[in-house]
Structures are given as C-alpha cells and as structure tokens.
C-alpha cells in the first residue's frame, strides 16, 4: 500500500511580500567553504563593468565537465563547483566578480617557493584564467598549513621560502588560533601571497572563514583604494574653479563687471563642478564603504601581535588611512565647492532683483508723471471742448433767433444768444460731469 501524503498545513500568515523569501535567503548567499589543510586557494577578483552574467556562464562552462552546467544556477550570486580534486566558487558582486579555487597544496611548492613551478600545479588551466571575462583588481595564492602558532621562529622559517626571504607582515588571529603572513607583493605571475599556519585542531570551516576573512580584507582594500586617483586627478581642476569662484565673488562685490558677463561665468564654473560630481561621487561614496568593510574585517580577525613583528591589520591602516583621508577630503571639496556656487548664485540672482526692482520702479515713476501729464491734458482739453460745444450750441441759438425775427416774430437774436450763454455753459459742464461719473463707476 501506498502511504498517504501529511495534509497540507493551513495557511496561517497574509500574503508574502515579493522580496520576502530573496531577503530572508540573504543570509546564505555566501556561505563559507570548508578547508581541509593544507591547502592552496587561489583567488582572483575582477571588475564586472561590461561583464554580462552570461559571459560568466559561458566562461564556467570551459571548465571540464561543466558543459551542461544551467545557466540559473548563476541568478543567485553564488555558485560551487566541486570537482574531483578541488572546487570552484564563482561570487558576482555589484562591481566586481571573485573566482576561489580551493585544491591540495602541491608538494615542495611551500619550500621552494617556486612561481613556475606553482603556477604548472594549479589544477585549472592557467589559460583559463587569463580569460576570465573583466579586468584583474585582485589575484592571490593562499597556502594554508598546519602549524605551531606559539613559536614565532618555526613559523618564520616555514614562511621564508614562501615570501622568497622578503620582509613580512604577520598577526595571530583570534584566540591563538591561527596566524596570517604576507608581504603584499606582486609576483612576475600578477598573484600576490598569502600564508596561514593554523593549530592541527583547526576545523575545516574556521579555515574557511579565515580565508574569506583574509581574501575579503585584501579585494576591498584595492577596491577602496580607487577613488585615490580620481581624486589625484580632480585636485588640480578643485583648485582652479576655487580660484575661479573667488573672483567673480570678487567682481560682484563691485559693477564693473555685468551681471550677465557674471551669470556665463558661474553657470560654466556650476556645470563644470557638477559634471564632475556626476562623473565622481559615486566612486568617492563606494571608497567610503569599501573602507568600511576593510575596518570590519580587520576587526574580525581579532588581531594579535607576533613580538617583532607589525601585524596586517596596523600595517594596512596606516597605509590606507592617509589615502582614504584624501579621498573624504576631496568629496567634501567637491560638494563644499558645489554648496558655495549654488550661494553665488543666490547672491547673483538677489542682485539681478535688487537691480530689475530698480528699474521697475524708475518705470513706475516715468509712468506716473505720464499719466499725470495725460490727467492735465485731458483736463485742458475738457475745457477747451466744453467752450467749442457751447459756442456750437449758441451759434444755433442765435441761427434760430434770426430765422424768427426773418419770420415776425419779436425777437433780438444776439440778446437771446447772449442771455442763454451762461445756460448753455452750465448745461454742458453738468453734462460732463455726469457723463465722468458714470465712466467712474463702471471701472469699478
């Protein structure tokens, strides 16, 4: 008999947000590996701009036995390839890609320290890791062994054929639990070296988080250190609309200067700043938080001192804490410039309105006497119509008196239009009146 299926489980909860379960499986996206020491990684992290996803797919799939390998096993960021003798992860982050084989250390390659012979043990092609798709920002070989963590001579001498007898920096990590080495140098390969000697009670996944720790630490110190040179770049051209910005303030503080001589000025100085804030700030703010990750894994290293020697973590900040200072220095040059034209601008535009009040007023005035003017000539030419209407009007009179007399009738034209002169004149006036009160109102 066939067993029946458990009853579906009532649904307890509203509906799940769209991001719900991508955000809660955020947690695992990247966990880390299990080494089995010893054991050589070798690392590579390359800048992803231009870089499409299946690019990446395609390069993957050169790997032997990876020819099938599905294309959505690339959506989530994180891909583990295990092979026979080794793995292969593949981590897609927003600028950059990392590559982490992780395979048997190579007999003798510790003490003879050999790069040719090194590179001819790796179990991935070295062709194919020159084609990894993008542009190399890091590249390191790890070897990690087993060691005594508690005689800082045996590790130095297990160390100098390693690092070809250079100079190194070394910390304990953690409890005395394992202990980091290298000498930040690049090899005729493009790997620098990393070492790590951990007690024989070491597990698989501490070695793992160790070198993520450490392999993280070193990518987002090179990515931090990007906006140094674009702030380098950006120095001189600070400095110049500086200069630029002080004397038109300068021409404004007098009228020599026209204000729009004065506006083309500031709006070539404004789009030249914004330009590069548009081009750079990004960069700036991405070091910003870079440099924050490097700070928070040196702290989870829990760093500790091997007598006579510097520890990674000091020897890195002192040699990226000045860079990082010139980077925060010139973003805020960058946006203090920005605020103090955005200012000029302010002051410009309140000098414009100062000077269009002014002319506005001196129109108002000019207007004012017009209209005035108009108020006497209209006055002037009221009376004068006045008089021609009331002499039209007595000169009917008198017209209409002598038609009578010419009729019979007993009448002295020129004393009837003499008499009614000053009727006639009232009349009119009244009736101009009248007719301006009633102007007066409808505009009202």
Request: include cysteine; aromatic fraction near 4%; proline fraction near 5%.
């Amino acid at each position: 008999m066939t067993s029946a299926l458990p009853p579906a489980l009532p649904k307890a909860l509203p509906v799940d947000d769209a991001l719900r379960e991508v955000l809660h499986n955020e947690v695992h996206a990247r966990p880390p590996a299990r080494i089995r020491l010893p054991a050589l990684v070798v690392y590579v992290a390359v800048l992803n701009e231009g870089v499409s996803r299946e690019q990446e797919w395609q390069h993957l799939r050169l790997l032997p036995g990876q020819q099938d390998l599905p294309q959505d096993q690339l959506a989530g960021n994180f891909l583990r390839l295990r092979f026979a003798n080794h793995t292969l992860k593949w981590e897609r982050h927003t600028e950059f890609t990392r590559y982490s084989i992780v395979q048997a250390l190579p007999s003798h390659v510790l003490e003879t320290g050999d790069e040719a012979e090194l590179m001819r043990s790796l179990v991935v092609d070295t062709a194919w890791l020159a084609s990894i798709p993008g542009r190399t920002v890091a590249a390191i070989t790890m070897a990690m062994v087993h060691g005594d963590v508690d005689d800082p001579a045996a590790m130095r001498a297990l160390a100098a054929p390693w690092f070809e007898g250079r100079e190194t920096v070394a910390s304990l990590l953690g409890i005395r639990r394992s202990c980091a080495m290298t000498d930040f140098r690049l090899r005729d390969s493009g790997f620098e070296r990393l070492l790590v000697i951990s007690p024989p009670n070491t597990s698989e996944l501490r070695a793992g988080r160790t070198s993520q720790r450490l392999l993280e630490l070193e990518t987002y110190r090179l990515m931090a250190l990007r906006g140094l040179p674009i702030a380098k770049d950006i120095s001189a051209m600070l400095t110049e609309s500086e200069l630029q910005l002080a004397e038109i303030t300068a021409h404004m503080e007098s009228t020599e200067t026209s204000d729009q001589e004065l506006l083309t000025q500031l709006i070539g100085l404004a789009a030249r700043v914004e330009r590069a804030t548009a081009r750079h700030m990004y960069r700036f703010s991405a070091t910003s938080a870079y440099h924050g990750l490097v700070e928070q894994r040196i702290e989870q290293l829990r760093e500790t001192a091997i007598p006579g020697t510097q520890m990674v973590g000091e020897f890195l900040l002192k040699r990226l804490s000045p860079a990082m200072a010139t980077v925060q220095a010139t973003a805020q040059r960058l946006s203090s410039l920005s605020q103090r034209i955005e200012r000029a601008s302010a002051l410009l535009r309140t000098r414009v309105d100062i000077a269009t009040e002014s002319q506005n007023q001196m129109l108002l005035e000019k207007l004012t006497r017009g209209q005035e003017l108009q108020l006497r000539l209209q006055s002037t030419v009221e009376g004068l119509s006045i008089a021609a209407i009331s002499y039209y009007v007595i000169s009917l009179v008198l017209y209409g008196g002598k038609a009578a007399k010419a009729a019979g009738a007993p009448i002295n034209p020129e004393m009837l239009a003499g008499a009614l002169i000053p009727v006639v004149l009232a009349g009119i006036w009244w009736a101009t009146r009248q007719i301006h009160k009633k102007l007066h109102a409808d505009g009202h």
